[in-house]
């Protein structure tokens, strides 16, 4: 059992309590799995200013000046590096793929938590209440966020293990349930020259969409992809830059709400986590359908 959130803001005057909202959703499903929990959040212009390439890299073990230098020599430029928590947030002029060549040069075993324009991902082992402090996440401003809150099940409490999983540019993906099938499917990827981080079934799952995108494949197809290829009980919330889709598998065991107004859209394990959002007493309230792609734009 763990917790998802998501909240996509349509309306730009909320955008400056993007971390507050999003804080507040997440603290309420911690009770759903608390080893480890983790966030997406999109536009902040203090942590991921707009423009530039962005990286967020754990497990690196320096001070955050000595980061910047290292990988600003391997990369040609400049690179700023904020710690927030754990996390090294790398952001320079250079685009976020290049960045992310050089940091793992520099670093080659540190762990990539995210990368791309206007994308930073923060996670670790604890409760949300107490890593979103650590992080000052109820400041966060920006235009989407995703969050999760994990029961380990599959593989182990580390920040490797954690969600959500941003293996592609600017993608992330989060999952409440299992896979029954994923090492065989991480086998099928494996041969295809994809590397893994963890043993997390929940990245199998990333990869798989991730593949699909950089094929070509829309949000959408990519997760009926999934849909036909994945087994097990799940609830997935997948996001970009650009976008936000839930999907739920062929019996929908796994608890999901949605709701919608004219200034957002959001989405919980359980209707608590949106109870806080403004005007939610006006939102259109539902449960998504069993393998029904959900899918919002910017």
């Known amino acids: 059992m763990c917790g998802i959130v998501g909240l996509h803001l349509r309306n730009p005057e909320l955008y400056p309590r993007l971390g507050e909202l999003l804080s507040g959703m997440l603290c309420e499903m ?29 497990d690196i073990g320096a001070e955050a000046g000595a980061v910047g230098v290292a990988v600003g020599s391997e990369v040609g430029l400049d690179v700023d590096v904020t710690m927030i928590g754990d996390t090294y947030l790398l952001t320079s002029d250079k685009d976020s793929e290049s960045l992310l060549a050089a940091a793992k040069v520099v670093y080659p075993e540190a762990l990539v ?28 401003r920006g235009w989407q966020g995703v969050g999760h809150t994990r029961m380990a099940t ?15 540019p600017e993608q ?8 029954a099938n ?9 041969s295809a020259g994809v590397r893994f981080d963890s043993e997390n079934d929940t990245e199998v799952g990333a990869r798989f969409v991730a593949s699909r995108l950089a ?13 036909a290829t994945f087994d097990g009980f799940y609830t997935l919330l997948v996001s970009n830059r650009d976008s936000f889709a839930v999907v739920r598998d062929a019996i929908a065991c796994k608890p999901a709400v949605i709701a919608e107004t004219a200034d957002w859209v959001a989405m919980g394990s359980e209707y608590r986590a949106l109870s806080g959002l403004p005007g939610v007493e006006k939102a259109a309230i539902w449960e998504p359908e069993p393998e029904v792609v959900y899918a919002w734009q910017r």
């Open 172 to 179: 992330c993906l989060v999952h409440n349930g299992s896979f």
């Open 182 to 190: 994923h090492a065989t499917i991480r086998r099928e990827l494996q």
């Open 113 to 140: 938590a995210g990368f791309g324009a206007d994308l930073a991902v923060l996670k670790g082992v604890g409760a949300p209440a107490d890593l979103t402090a650590s992080w000052g996440l109820t400041t966060a």
């Open 30 to 58: 911690s009770n759903r799995g608390s080893d480890s929990a983790g966030v997406a959040v999109y536009g902040d212009p203090r942590w991921t200013p707009p423009g530039r390439g962005c990286v967020s890299l754990l």
């Open 215 to 227: 094929a070509g494949r829309n949000v959408e197809t990519a997760l009926k992809e999934l849909c």
């Open 154 to 168: 599959e593989s182990a409490v580390t920040p490797s293990g954690a969600h959500p999983y941003a293996v592609g």
